[in-house]
């Protein structure tokens, strides 16, 4: 009760939410995480590890250090991929103390002039905007469609502009985007047994379309009925990973708003996008002062479950095709150590006839997607991806499977750029795949 | 190479509750840099700490009196491994799991096992000679280490051992495996790797009370059966553990045991049927044996992560390291429960009790008036017991600037003399390592490091240049 007055007290003073004292003291910095951190990993400093980082966020939030370039840097380089938790003995809760950081970062640190500018401009005034987001899709597709890039890049435009590595980790817009306009119902395609309602996303609406709707035919044949409701947005990941805590509010109480309003009910919230689904169940962290909207997070938390997640539990009924594949899946971070969802979407994989599944070294190591972490950290993020496909590379496998539309699109590079050009799949298309065309 | 004040903060802490902040920090790339390093050290006259991943527990890697820390986690590549004749060419920052998965293909592995292998570095159990649940039958780290390349506060290299078993001369290998640093540093290690069994048991063995299991342990021993590990975890361990890493502990229980014998596959089966036999005659209520690998994995991943889980209890946990007679299991834990109970502790139990190494945990929050002291002292005081049960002030944690002040406790003062002058033959100067092993005592150099934090100076300009070449 005291910790909550004091937020309360905080939030009314407009302040950024803190950790507290406990949250730090759980971390006995035995050095554990280290070697599971991506980023210490690769350059073997403390104040690029997970121990490292959590002392330095524990200084800053005790007035002993300050909140300067350094500190910025460190914090801004984790991925928040939060291996770390997974390893972590002492249940510290780093995702959580790393996404307080960058809040208190965005409210009393001023980045420099087009940082902060560009920043702003994505996370207040385009992201949260859907007509905004749909503009910016349309421009961005005449671009790619009308050879525009292509010209740029042989140009050396891209490079000269310094990111021509940054366009081939940017995904290609969709000719039609995945609609949630007006709420559309599908039916179960046999006995119903249960009725959900799909999470669209917003980038992934005019990106992931084809994903989108392979999951909902996924979950129709397996005997869900499929609401995609009117009015939905972005889950707000994206800002709560860059510290626009305000802004990630806003969009959970729109979801709010959309999702707990049905009358009938939902059986469950479901996503194909295990970033996504990892904030959207730690909804409630982002009201912990008001014990109204906390009530309604923590109602929303319990809704949503992650595709794989969801099928594993439901139990596959659908009849499936033999697919031959070999194949090797990548934990997506936000579903394995987000979520602690490891197994499901193995044995969904395993379900599928005729694929072989080939488990590749350090397959909980992040590929370097971490939401827009490849854009804004493009260097590290290449780094990482290279070795990822070192290990995908030695298992031999045609296909590399995952669970996450941002890992998509960066294995998709990666086996480009470094890979066998591997097929990249997410494992719900596998099963798309497997149960086959629709039969009218 | 790092000078500023909040650089320098992350490394005045390791998995200890000691700190000890340094002037500097540097990250060599290879043993030459180590070796220009370390010529320049010495033309200063400022102490040099090495430092793997920073995970150990008695304060080993800490620079005590500040000065030069060398951190070895760019020295990480496994440089050969001779797989025919079961040896690998590593440098110290290896991390010690890493090595026994990049030859598990090949069947084998490096056997050490500290509980914190996922993350410590071969360089770091070098110099603690680390040990682990599997020391029981495998032996600690002194027993695979064939040979090292180190390098002396001079600034010279030498290679002390070699590829066979053995080597001719004095064993320097024997004296530098666990000197904590205080010799050399060591920029090149050859282990001995060692084949994995063709079978392995994991049990679990449930017991109503301590003394039930630790009266299990002495009496394996007695009939002569040696497992590969035999660990212990109290009541109050398990509940802790348990509500955490869910392993399927049983929570009611007032002791376990988690025994593996392993060996070709009809000699691990008989050994398991022996150490069931045994347990039951010593009233277990119940004996599992893990199913499979993932059991048996859950089991010890329980184990290996205890002392973080502890972490959530209370902001401060100290875990402490002594050795006493396995036979004198069952009284000596009785007593540390009074000394415990005395200062207002409840102690935790976990630890390899097949070799007598306790791990006694005091869980506190310092920021109450006098509960560090508190704490302080009951470990002192189960310490002191372990010796008087004819034991040891350590097991595997080493001394560090934890226990220097309780070396007498083991040693006169001539022995600790005699220890000082080989210390004093390999580091004249007192500059590695400074303020670690021996109690402070006035004819220990007072070596303070110039300021290096603040501003340039001409070690700094050196140092910077080694490392940005």
């Known amino acids: 009760m005291a910790v909550e007055a004091k937020g309360m007290m905080r939030a009314m003073a407009g302040e950024a939410e803190r950790a507290e004292y406990g949250d730090f003291a759980r971390c006995v910095h035995c050095g554990l995480c280290l070697n599971h951190c991506p980023t210490y990993r690769l350059w073997g400093r403390e104040a690029d590890s997970p121990r490292g980082r959590i002392r330095q966020m524990f200084l800053v939030d005790s007035g002993e250090m300050a909140m300067d370039s350094t500190f910025v840097t460190h914090i801004d380089r984790c991925l928040d991929c939060r291996a770390c938790e997974t390893a972590c003995p002492s249940g510290v809760e780093y995702g959580k103390l790393v996404e307080l950081a960058r809040g208190r ?336 | 190479m790092l000078t500023k004040e909040e650089e320098l903060r992350l490394y005045e802490y390791d998995g200890s509750v000691e700190t000890g902040r340094p002037d500097c920090v540097v990250f060599p790339g290879n043993k030459s840099e180590v070796a220009e390093i370390a010529r320049l050290v010495n033309r200063y006259a400022v102490p040099m700490v090495g430092r793997g991943a920073g995970t150990g527990l008695s304060g080993g890697a800490l620079a005590r009196e500040g000065g030069v820390q060398v951190v070895f986690s760019r020295m990480n590549r496994i440089l050969a491994v001779d797989y025919e004749n079961q040896r690998a060419v590593v440098e110290p920052g290896v991390v010690n799991l890493e090595l026994s998965r990049a030859v598990a293909r090949a069947g084998l592995q490096y056997a050490p096992d500290p509980s914190s292998q996922k993350s410590c570095t071969i360089g770091g159990n070098v110099s603690e000679n680390a040990g682990g649940p599997h020391t029981l039958r495998y032996g600690v780290t002194t027993n695979h280490i064939l040979g090292l390349e180190v390098v002396m506060p001079d600034g010279e290299t030498y290679r002390i051992g070699g590829a066979a078993v053995d080597a001719p001369g004095y064993d320097l290998v024997g004296l530098f495996v666990g000197s904590e640093g205080t010799l050399g540093l060591v920029v090149e290690i050859t282990a001995k790797l060692t084949r994995l069994p063709e079978s392995v048991k994991t049990l679990l063995a449930v017991f109503e009370t301590t003394d039930d299991a630790t009266e299990t342990v002495a009496a394996l021993t007695a009939r002569g059966i040696t497992p590969a590990a035999c660990e212990m975890m109290d009541g109050w361990t398990i509940r802790v553990v348990e509500s955490w890493i869910h392993a399927g502990l049983p929570t009611d229980a007032g002791a376990i045991l988690l025994i593996e014998v392993d060996g070709p596959k009809e000699a691990a089966e008989e050994q398991a049927e022996a150490v069931v036999e045994t347990c039951r005659a010593h009233k277990a209520r119940e004996v599992r044996t893990a199913k499979d690998e993932r059991e048996r994995e859950a089991l010890w991943k329980a184990r290996k992560n205890a002392f973080g889980a502890v972490g959530r209890v209370a902001p401060d946990c100290y875990v402490q390291d002594g050795v006493i007679p396995r036979t004198r299991l069952p009284e000596t834990l009785r007593r540390i429960a009074e000394i415990g109970k005395r200062h207002g502790f409840e102690v935790g139990n976990i630890f390899h009790a097949g070799d007598g190494n306790l791990h006694p945990m005091l869980c506190f929050d310092h920021r109450e008036p006098g509960t560090f002291e508190r704490a302080m002292a009951a470990a002192s005081e189960i310490i002191a017991l372990c010796v008087e049960m004819g034991g040891s002030i350590t097991g595997e944690h080493g001394v560090g600037m934890e226990k220097d002040r309780l070396m007498p406790l083991l040693f006169s003062e001539a022995d600790l003399e005699l220890m000082k002058r080989v210390r004093g033959a390999l580091n004249p100067a007192g500059l590695l390592n400074p303020g670690k092993l021996f109690p402070a005592s006035k004819s220990c150099g007072e070596i303070r490091a110039p300021a290096m934090g603040r501003g340039p100076n001409e070690l700094g300009e050196g140092v910077r240049g080694v490392t940005q070449r």
């Open chain 1, 105 to 440: 970062i965005e409210k009393e640190y001023r980045r420099k002039g087009m940082a902060r500018l560009g920043r702003d401009l994505f996370y207040r005034r385009l992201l949260p905007y859907p007509k905004r987001m749909a503009a910016l899709g349309g421009l961005m597709r005449l671009v790619q469609q009308s050879g525009l890039q292509k010209m740029a890049r042989s140009a050396g435009l891209l490079k000269l502009m310094r990111v021509d590595k940054r366009a081939d980790l940017l995904p290609e817009i969709d000719r039609k985007f995945f609609s949630t306009e007006t709420t559309r119902t599908f039916p179960a395609r046999s006995a119903r047994r249960a009725r959900v309602a799909f999470f669209a996303g917003c980038v992934a609406r005019m990106t992931f379309s084809a994903l989108s709707e392979a999951t909902i035919r996924v979950l129709r044949a397996n005997g869900c009925e499929v609401v995609v409701p009117e009015g939905q947005w972005c889950c707000g990941a994206l800002e709560v990973h860059a510290g626009y805590r305000d802004v990630a509010r806003e969009m959970a109480r729109r979801n709010f708003d959309v999702f707990l309003a049905d009358e009938a009910g939902f059986d469950a919230i479901v996503t194909n996008a295990a970033g996504c689904g990892s904030t959207m169940k730690e909804y409630g962290l982002l009201f912990a002062t008001d014990p109204e909207e906390h009530k309604r997070a923590k109602r929303f938390e319990g809704m949503l479950k992650d595709v794989t997640e969801f099928l594993d539990e439901l139990g596959l009924t659908a009849p499936m095709r033999h697919v031959q594949m070999r194949a090797t899946y990548q934990d997506s971070c936000h579903l394995l150590h987000g979520q602690k969802v490891r197994e499901a979407p193995r044995r969904l994989i395993r379900a599928v006839e005729g694929v072989e599944l080939v488990e590749m070294e350090l397959s909980d190591q992040c590929c370097g997607s971490a939401g827009v972490y490849n854009v804004t950290q493009t260097e590290t993020a290449m780094a990482l991806l290279k070795r990822k496909m070192e290990c995908v590379n030695a298992t031999a496998a045609q296909t590399i499977l995952t669970a996450n539309p941002g890992c998509l699109l960066q294995l998709r590079a990666g086996a480009e750029l470094a890979g066998k050009g591997q097929e990249v799949l997410h494992v719900v298309e596998l099963l798309d795949r497997a149960i086959g065309p629709e039969r009218p």
